[in-house]
């Protein structure tokens, strides 16, 4: 499985962007997907994630009402709509693809299997 982000660029403070992450493999429609961030000298974090139906998200307390999460399984893609970006907001985000089916836990980087390369959102204030 390849991930492949983007969408990612310069916007300013209450600005939209989406990323997009397309994925290679037959079964996409099988893999839950999620979002991460890390921005310098931090730790990668969960921004947000999608069930392979598409009918559960989640999102962390700061992108709920913000982020929207979504996928096309018909494009092998899933996206991440992001409005009122905030400067906090500023990461590289990563795209992940877990295969794991009930041992997947949103949350949990080690239940995801694949990781796109990630693309670089900035905010400016």
């Known amino acids: 499985v390849q991930l492949q982000a983007s969408g990612g660029g310069l916007v300013q403070a209450g600005g939209s962007l989406r990323l997009s992450c397309a994925a290679s493999g037959r079964t996409f429609s099988s893999y839950h997907m999620g979002w991460f961030r890390q921005a310098p000298g931090k730790e990668r974090e969960f921004v947000s994630a999608?069930?392979?139906?598409?009918?559960?998200?989640f999102y962390t307390d700061s992108g709920k009402g913000r982020f929207t999460i979504s996928r096309d399984n018909a494009k092998n893609t899933v996206y991440l709509q992001m409005n009122s970006l905030k400067p906090e907001d500023t990461a590289v985000y990563y795209c992940?693809?877990?295969?794991?089916?009930?041992?997947?836990?949103?949350?949990?980087?080690?239940?995801?299997?694949?990781w796109g390369q990630g693309t670089l959102v900035t905010v400016s204030s």
């Open positions: 992940a693809a877990s295969l794991r089916g009930t041992d997947w836990y949103y949350l949990a980087r080690h239940t995801y299997d694949y």
């Open positions: 999608i069930n392979w139906s598409g009918g559960s998200t």
